[in-house]
């Protein structure tokens, strides 16, 4: 079996589970070529598990401030550049193209009529779990933006639906320091964060973030660039996480029994939507502004027991290569019978 693997690049998530399926396709002998887009190339770091792969723009949206803004997003996106990328990707020696939400190589398959199978938290929001801020658009967004023939979600809980566990790969706690609080806020203002932070000296803020503060940040807050294995050993070890409403950040957060404190990127539909299964499940906190009186609250709050989610890419891969790919209901059942949930989910 030779896969194409797509996978969009904005944000880190999608490359966390990538990482993840790239292990476990090693492991079943698939040849597997990488495809990525969303993002620039020079800004892609830590690739080396996905061999010699490719980039294509594809289509992302642009931020500012911590919220979606729609005129930078028109301005980066170049509709011809994608009908090129989606015409000139020659898909004749795979199989099947594996797809993590990214837009040329679903719809490269979808016209050369080569099997496509999704995989990505974005299908989990086609069924009804819960959700926030939902319109026409981002219903037409999931349901075109890569589309698949068969579509596999992942969250946190199944909600009574076909939906797997996340896909999460974390390192063991060593010694965890509690008053250690790992903060990932890509949207935000560096400068925003750290005012948001000062007060609080009696903790250690370890931020990772692309930007630099104005001015130096207070010696409790840490200030890092983004180093994939410094974030994983920080995470392991840390009291807890302050982030965005990313999926695969609060799914190792959960992982691990961190208390999570969550600021969404407004007008994302997705995390806005992980804002309330969060809520719902009873499982983090919090806030649609960097506020000082959630922040306060939270860091004196309890930390919940961690949840053993299961090798979920490996069980996928064997489901792939067994080739009966509209019956995923079985997979599904068999992940979920291995995971203790917390009771109250139940």
């Not at 799914?251 to 969550?262: D, P, Q, R």
Request: aromatic residues 10%.
């Amino acid at each position: 079996m030779r896969i194409l693997y797509g996978v969009q690049g904005t944000g880190n998530g999608h490359l966390s589970r990538a990482r993840v399926m790239a292990k476990s396709l090693a492991k079943q002998d698939v040849q597997v070529d990488f495809l990525f887009s969303g993002r620039a190339p020079e800004h892609f770091f830590d690739m080396e598990c996905f061999g010699d792969y490719r980039v294509q723009s594809g289509l992302t949206f642009a931020t500012e401030k911590g919220h979606v803004s729609i005129a930078k997003t028109l301005r980066r996106n170049c509709a011809s550049r994608l009908l090129r990328d989606i015409h000139e990707l020659d898909l004749s020696h795979y199989d099947m193209v594996l797809n993590d939400f990214e837009p040329v190589s679903a719809w490269a398959a979808k016209r050369q009529g080569v099997p496509c199978v999704g995989i990505s938290h974005q299908a989990a929001l086609k069924y009804p779990v819960p959700k926030q801020g939902n319109t026409w658009f981002n219903e037409a967004l999931l349901n075109y933006f890569a589309p698949a023939n068969v579509a596999l979600g992942c969250h946190w809980h199944h909600f009574g639906f076909p939906i797997l566990p996340p896909f999460v790969e974390v390192d063991k706690i060593g010694v965890e320091h509690s008053h250690d609080i790992l903060v990932y806020l890509p949207f935000e203002d560096a400068d925003a964060i750290v005012e948001l932070l000062r007060p609080w000296g009696d903790y250690r803020f370890l931020v990772y973030h692309a930007s630099q503060p104005l001015l130096p940040p207070p010696e409790h807050v840490l200030w890092f660039g983004f180093n994939r294995d410094g974030f994983k050993q920080h995470m392991a070890d840390c009291g807890g996480v302050i982030g965005n409403a990313g999926f695969e950040l609060a799914s190792e957060a959960l992982t691990l029994g961190k208390k999570l404190l969550v600021k969404p990127l407004l007008g994302q539909f997705e995390q806005l939507s992980n804002v309330a299964a969060l809520q719902l499940l009873g499982i983090a906190d919090s806030m649609m502004s960097l506020d000082a009186a959630v922040l306060k609250r939270w860091l004196k709050a309890a930390s919940p027991s961690p949840i053993a989610y299961p090798q979920v890419g490996d069980a996928l891969v064997t489901w792939l290569r067994a080739g009966d790919w509209q019956d995923s209901r079985a997979l599904c059942q068999d992940l979920w019978s291995q995971v203790e949930l917390p009771d109250t989910w139940k």
